[in-house]
């Protein structure tokens, strides 16, 4: 693969730090070197001393003094060593890649921690993507995904999808309109990059099949793309066995992968990693050594005790248990919509993955003024369709309902008050 | 002010998250209410129960099992506001902003917390230039600047300085360039970005007078400029009273002021602070909403804890107790070499006289001698040009290694001599 020509000059201009190399000269040299090289403050000043964190099958996450000082310090831009190598290791085991043994021009598999999933994601459209490029995604999609494309300036082509995700031909009807010996050439203006999510899509619910995946491939392939799998529910899955990952089929080197703990470890302790072919990981981890510098050590340190704890077997058992109260809140909010939806002109499809039902109101043109409005008369709120299409002005039926902060009589409640409100509508 | 003038086109593009304006509904609405639109996972599937954090004056942080769920949550993305509604008290207690109670139009002072202060920093820049922009600043100076700058395209111009900072007099002879009656002219190549470290600058340990700050500001005035103070070492001034910032002389709502925790609490939780007029910190804000969402909720809740059980006098006296640890350096008795001693911050800069770039001397034949120090070359807009100087740091080491580690540099010199 020829990395360099899908670089924004940016990206491409990035430089890793000089004090970095004198950093690893420091690591390699004796004990008996002294460095007054290292910029980095004196923990002993730090106010932290130790830290004792409860999990909740009775095990604690503890940071002694020595640990604490590690936790308060700068760390490494992409990652601590063990939480990296415990992430590769899951994802061998998960996807089993085959860029795994690649070298690293090669697209070696490689990975790094962002500061949340969506940091990394940001970082690699901003490393991708040039104002009027052509990118490829299937709306309605990902709002947060929408506000960090949409600046960059660049032209977002929709690609028609299903409760089945992204259709492979409709791509290929989208990308017939360039020849794939020309997209190569200077100034050719076919897209670089295509963006999906395959697993309980946000807001549509909708999860690829594995056929699919294998032909939006192919044509990545014929295409020369690269694809951003964001995959922030793949641990959501009610259903074993979970699909096989665009990862897992990866021959070229061409996908970027982002994984989230946001839904099953904390949403707000920001913690998310990317994983793609090294020559482009190594590009968002120069731009994270330019910005956030790293995630937090002690953040990094406190989910990595936790998981090796844990063991892969142990992570995957605390999977389950997250994903038997997801599904029963999905089987909660599909029960309520059989019983008050039905018969007033709407359509869902029940969502394999994720924490959101995607409810087609026919009759109503556009919910946006249904729910800014007369909503909050029948106190209950969901969010408009439109906030999730490329272009939010255009009139949109669809309202996303969320399974995962209330009880289920809260649903239910809410869709007795929803179905009044589209009674009144109608 | 008129802020729009220096955003990007990517910036200016950036628009709020129509789903913060849900949540707003929601938060003002009766509980009544049942909103099936929040976006959040339940708190209740995180693995993480509770936690005691021990603080060394004998106190404890701790967050019981409703306050873990916060802590593990989504937050605000301009921070949670018990800490931003602190940190604002400390501005205004420390700087008494003019901006502080200006209408949002006229630059009223915002804040918003970001993962270290460099975040800040990267996105300020991000959102002011563009590829072939004309940006001052004085080097040498933070490499993680020249990182996050250069690959922007822009052109960077030195000002020259000397041990009290960026002069004034080049300055304004940089500037001599541009007419200021035209700076606002369609076209017009005037510099609109200003970059200096006023305390304890890295790598000089420079510290810019109150005379020359009101110098600098006066021709920041004069053509329209912004102004990025970059204070990470504001509060590792030696001797007090501590200089008057460029936030507290900002009548027109021209400072963007970055402020680090990073070398007083914590370098590696990643918090620190934006301090500037609002229609920009929005921006940054919106920035942050596409990115990092928002600085951990537990590293704030954590640091905010500790704050308020200290008060802004506890803060204070911390920070004092810091300061009197690090003033013991060096006798660089027997090297033909120069330096200025710090008034703040954490390095010393050293001109090896008689050496025409310390790169090589360092690379190699430092090792060799066990010592190492970082070449000044690595601090200059461009870093291929010959440079004398080294940079030492006395953060981490103590004295009798610093001792020796100069002892050592003393005989590094004297065989290369």
Avoid at 138 to 163: F, K, M, R, W
Avoid at 330 to 357: C, N, Q, V, Y
């Amino acid at each position: 693969m020829n990395y360099a020509r899908f670089l924004t000059a940016v990206s491409a201009a990035r430089k890793p730090s000089p004090i970095r190399i004198l950093t690893e000269l420091q690591q390699r040299s004796p004990p008996s070197l002294i460095s007054l090289a290292g910029g980095a403050p004196n923990p002993n000043t730090f106010p932290f001393q130790s830290a004792s964190i409860k999990v909740k099958n009775g095990q604690t996450v503890s940071f002694d003094e020595a640990a604490m000082k590690r936790a308060l310090q700068y760390s490494a831009s992409n990652g601590i060593p063990e939480l990296l190598t415990w992430m590769k290791n899951l994802q061998k085991n998960l996807h089993n890649p085959p860029t795994a043994s690649y070298t690293s021009e090669n697209g070696q598999m490689d990975m790094c921690v962002t500061t949340g999933s969506q940091e990394g994601l940001c970082k690699v459209f901003e490393m991708l993507v040039n104002p009027g490029d052509n990118v490829l995604l299937d709306a309605p999609t990902y709002s947060g995904t929408l506000a960090a494309l949409q600046p960059l300036g660049c032209n977002l082509i929709n690609v028609p999808s299903d409760q089945h995700g992204m259709i492979p031909a409709a791509l290929k009807e989208v990308l017939s309109r360039w020849d794939p010996s020309e997209v190569h050439k200077p100034g050719s203006t076919a897209p670089k990059v295509l963006y999906t999510i395959p697993n309980g899509g946000n807001p549509t619910g909708a999860s690829m099949t594995t056929q699919r995946k294998k032909e939006v491939y192919e044509l990545a392939r014929q295409y020369d793309m690269l694809i951003i799998e964001d995959d922030p529910y793949y641990f959501l899955q009610f259903d074993k066995p979970w699909a096989p990952t665009f990862l897992s089929m990866d021959v070229d080197g061409r996908i970027i992968r982002t994984d989230s703990f946001s839904k099953i470890l904390s949403s707000g302790l920001r913690i998310g990693f990317v994983t793609g072919p090294k020559p482009l990981v190594d590009r968002v981890v120069l731009h994270i050594q330019a910005s956030t510098m790293h995630t937090s050590t002690f953040t990094q340190l406190m989910v990595s005790q936790l998981l090796h704890s844990w063991g892969q077997e142990g992570f995957l058992q605390h999977i389950d248990r997250v994903i038997e109260f997801y599904r029963g809140q999905r089987d909660a909010m599909i029960s309520s919509a059989d019983k008050w939806l039905k018969g007033l002109w709407t359509e869902w499809h029940s969502p394999s993955a994720g924490m959101f039902l995607w409810i087609k109101l026919k009759g109503i043109a556009d919910t946006q003024q249904l729910i800014m409005q007369k909503a909050l008369e029948k106190e209950v709120l969901l969010v408009p369709g439109g906030v999730f299409m490329i272009n939010s002005s255009d009139p949109c039926p669809y309202v996303r309902a969320a399974f995962s902060l209330s009880t289920p009589e809260q649903i239910d409640e809410a869709f007795r008050r929803l179905s009044s409100l589209i009674k009144e509508a109608l």
